[in-house]
């Protein structure tokens, strides 16, 4: 869920994604028994070798199911003229993409033509927040890959500059609430971001002051310090939180001490609901977790695809 470009976000409506009633945690049971062990198994190996993988699968996930539902549009490649999802500015940055291929490529082998693309993206994204020491839940599945895959509309995608109007219209509009929103923001316990994402926050701020005011000074200076003003390091950024792979409820902690990295982030306690709700999850992991489950349970029950791909990267 880590946004590393920065973008304005137009708020247009888009087709709304249904609420899938046909889902089932016990739907693969009989036609690929097998089905989760392998994708945990994918997940496992991969994380293995690179400690990134499990922000960037839950980051996917959630660029996924924003745009269109959980159809596994954003793993579709650009073909001729159409560019996917995926080359659209805030999906530049998403990598892992090989640990759905290897899940699918196993899962073809054990039981073909079964297992959607949608659904393995979910189960990975679960099994990447248990392998960072967070909560274990059943994913239902039943999810159908989309055939439409578009850049121009991860323009739906939540921007790390946006204030909580926009962030409480964006996810209102996928049905999610505001207990949604700030316990999906969670997920930046996981992760890195570019300094483009915050570059606002420490660099010529507004007319008056040059950082925002909201950020502890110590913590702005070392921002400032690995991102410059002109900064041409490609890579340079931050760790999201100071556990960053580790699922814990530290976003919170930080965030009440003036140590958020978005604009998003901060906007989170603009309102007093809001707030409220960081605090609860800052002083409770088990609270945190348990909106967490829920929210996540919630966000990939959005469906809208209509075939099962072979291929995760290209329709049938």
């Known amino acids: 869920m880590k946004v590393v470009v920065v973008l304005s976000v137009a708020f247009l409506v888009f087709p709304f994604p249904s609420v899938a009633g046909a889902l089932s945690s016990s739907y693969y ?20 070798n690179d400690k990134t993988v499990p922000s960037a699968l839950v980051r996917m996930h959630f660029h996924d199911c924003f745009i269109r539902g959980c159809d596994g549009s954003v793993l579709l490649n650009s073909k001729g003229k159409n560019k996917a999802e995926k080359d659209g500015p805030p999906n530049i940055s998403l990598h892992a993409f090989y640990v759905i291929d290897n899940a699918k490529k196993a899962l073809e082998a054990e039981c073909p033509g079964v297992v959607s693309c949608a659904d393995i993206l979910a189960i990975g994204a679960r099994d990447a927040i248990v392998v960072s020491g967070g909560p274990y839940w059943e994913v239902p599945n039943g999810r159908k890959d989309g055939r439409i895959s578009l850049a121009s509309d991860t323009r739906q995608l939540p921007s790390p500059v946006s204030n909580i109007t926009q962030l409480k219209q964006n996810f ?39 950082v925002d005011t909201t950020m502890n000074p110590s913590f702005a200076s070392r921002l400032r310090s690995v991102c410059p003003a002109h900064n041409k390091v490609r890579n340079a950024g931050a760790p999201l939180d100071s556990s960053n792979l580790i699922f814990d409820n530290a976003y919170y902690k930080l965030l009440l ?40 349970t919630k966000m990939s ?15 049938n």
């Open 29 to 48: 049971d009989d036609k690929c028994p097998k089905h989760k062990s392998i994708v945990r198994s994918a997940v496992e190996k991969a994380t293995s």
């Open 257 to 296: 001490q003036g140590k958020s990295m978005f604009s998003s982030d901060q906007a989170l306690l603009a309102t007093p609901k809001t707030k409220a709700l960081v605090s609860k999850f800052a002083s409770s992991r088990k609270a945190f977790e348990r909106a967490f489950v829920n929210s996540m």
């Open 301 to 315: 029950s959005l469906t809208g695809g209509e075939e099962i791909r072979r291929d995760c990267r290209v329709v």
């Open 172 to 210: 209102g509009q996928k049905g999610l609430s505001t207990k949604d929103l700030v316990a999906l923001s969670g997920g930046h316990t996981l992760g890195f971001s570019h300094c483009s994402s915050f570059q606002n926050r420490i660099h010529n701020f507004n007319t008056t002051h040059d």
